[in-house]
């Protein structure tokens, strides 16, 4: 527990305000459900707000392998604490996206949906820190994944056939919603593919 | 400890980098060779930060790869040429949180410890500077007193001197000499003095193949009967330099003193050969 107490610490000391991002997100998630007037929006104000934010911690914490020539020295030390850094950024994200989805109307809380809360999470979670090791640079992961998601909620998923991962449109039933539990499930095998290769081979 | 490295292969980009290498690294071991020879790949390779194709790592007597890593790097550290890290915290900090990660939890002890390290690379009285506020050689050190607290057997050195200024370079080639009283050291550098000033033991690499493994002695042979030094006058130095490879130079009174390596005998006064002298011969040796 001192040990995990004081990563914390240490990773607030490096991150700084940034540390608190994700914490900013959830409270604003929680705030746009409380007084949004329409309850069909709960869960795209929680999809958007408060799942997308929950790998920014991971993402933060990966970034400074990344710096010029940290890798080499850091790696040993990241690799010594992989397991403990995902279980507790896991622990700590997954507990307050639970949260917040207490304050979705409901409606929502149906097998259907808290299964896509769940993939939607773990692939925002490992998916932005897979992302981050590919492209080795913080600021170009975030645009992408900013990209990404704004286009995503612009278009409300209906810009081109790629990939779509959010739901908008209650009840979730036809062909697309398949295809966005396929999305998020080749996503996620992907995520944890290149996070493993990553420590195993640092490529 | 003696690491040996047993037939190892790589190809990058079906560019063959290793060639069935093999080396018996002991005491401080100087690794040599051109640029592109494939120093740095051995060591990442040793490190467990690089893969290999096939071959073999034995720690002593065990075998410390399996597959094609090198898996038990525990007791293996490795300081890269350059690296930046945790550039807005200071050497305390970023030491302390190495020290948690090595499993030392009581801040009495980790204090204790990183007083030691920090007094073994000089750097007590800089414990507060941020990582960023540092020359050079002083994040070097700092690279050094974070391995050290991991407390290992072997440290690599990739290029340790390489960009320092001279004070800089000669405090951390003594502090290097230090270290290997109680380290097996392997340093790879373009810096031959500082080779010959270290290294009990040199390997001498070129395109991924083993050209030469032994004493520092064994290597200066290389160029014995080779050797010569002579006194040219000033104005006949630019026409002999490109007609002789020189090797060293030295401006004299009213000429200038020149080693040279020729295989013609007679063609100046035979000296002893210097490192430098005998990894040179061996290179042109092997070039023919």
Not at chain 1, 22 to 44: G, H, K, Q, T, W
Not at chain 1, 94 to 120: E, K, M, N
Not at chain 2, 109 to 134: F, G, M, T
Request: aromatic residues 12%; negative net charge; charged residues 20%.
């Amino acid at each position: 527990m001192k040990k995990i107490s004081y990563l914390f610490k240490f990773d607030l000391k490096l991150q700084q305000f940034f540390f608190f991002l994700p914490f900013i997100a959830y409270a604003l998630a929680i705030v746009c459900i409380y007084i949004s007037p329409d309850e069909n929006r709960d869960y795209i104000f929680f999809q958007v707000l408060a799942v997308s934010f929950c790998g920014v911690h991971l993402l933060l914490h990966y970034s400074y392998l990344f710096e010029e020539g940290a890798s080499e020295i850091l790696l040993p030390y990241y690799r010594q604490t992989a397991w403990l850094d995902l279980l507790r950024y896991g622990l700590v994200d997954g507990l307050c996206i639970a949260i917040v989805f207490c304050f979705v109307d409901p409606f929502f809380h149906t097998p259907q949906v808290v299964a896509h809360t769940i993939l939607l999470a773990l692939c925002y979670f490992l998916g932005s820190s897979a992302l981050l090791m590919i492209i080795k640079n913080l600021e170009i992961t975030i645009s992408c994944i900013l990209v990404y998601t704004i286009m995503e909620i612009g278009t409300q998923g209906s810009f081109m056939p790629w990939p779509h991962i959010f739901f908008f449109v209650y009840p979730y039933v036809d062909l697309w919603v398949r295809l966005t539990y396929i999305s998020l499930v080749i996503g996620l095998i992907l995520a944890i593919g290149i996070i493993s290769r990553f420590y195993i081979t640092r490529k | 400890m003696d690491l040996y490295i047993k037939d190892l292969s790589k190809k990058m980009k079906k560019q063959t980098i290793l060639s069935q290498l093999s080396l018996h690294i002991t005491g401080i071991y100087g690794l040599l060779g051109p640029n592109g020879a494939g120093k740095t790949t051995v060591m990442k390779i040793i490190a467990g930060l690089s893969k290999m194709d096939d071959g073999e790592v034995f720690l002593n007597e065990e075998l410390i790869s399996r597959g094609t890593y090198v898996k038990r790097v525990g007791s293996i550290g490795y300081l890269p040429q350059d690296f930046q890290f945790y550039p807005q915290l200071t050497i305390f900090e970023v030491l302390e949180h190495i020290a948690v990660l090595q499993g030392i939890v009581d801040p009495s002890l980790i204090a204790k410890e990183i007083d030691e390290v920090l007094e073994v690379v000089n750097l007590s009285e800089q414990r507060h500077k941020k990582i960023h506020e540092l020359s050079g050689g002083m994040r070097r050190r700092v690279g050094i007193a974070q391995l050290l607290l991991r407390k290992p057997s072997i440290l690599i050195f990739d290029e340790p001197t390489a960009g320092l200024d001279i004070e800089e370079r000669i405090r951390f080639r003594n502090l290097l000499k230090v270290l290997g009283g109680n380290h097996t050291i392997i340093i790879s550098s373009h810096i031959v003095e500082d080779i010959e000033f270290l290294c009990t033991k040199i390997g001498v690499i070129r395109k991924g193949k083993k050209l030469f493994e032994g004493a520092p002695d064994a290597l200066k042979n290389y160029a014995r009967h080779k050797t010569f030094d002579l006194l040219i006058s000033k104005e006949d130095l630019d026409d002999f330099i490109l007609k002789h490879e020189v090797v060293y130079l030295e401006e004299q009174e009213e000429k200038i003193r020149v080693r040279i390596l020729s295989e013609e005998d007679n063609i100046g006064k035979p000296v002893s050969p210097r490192l430098m002298d005998g990894y040179l011969a061996l290179l042109q040796e092997d070039s023919l």
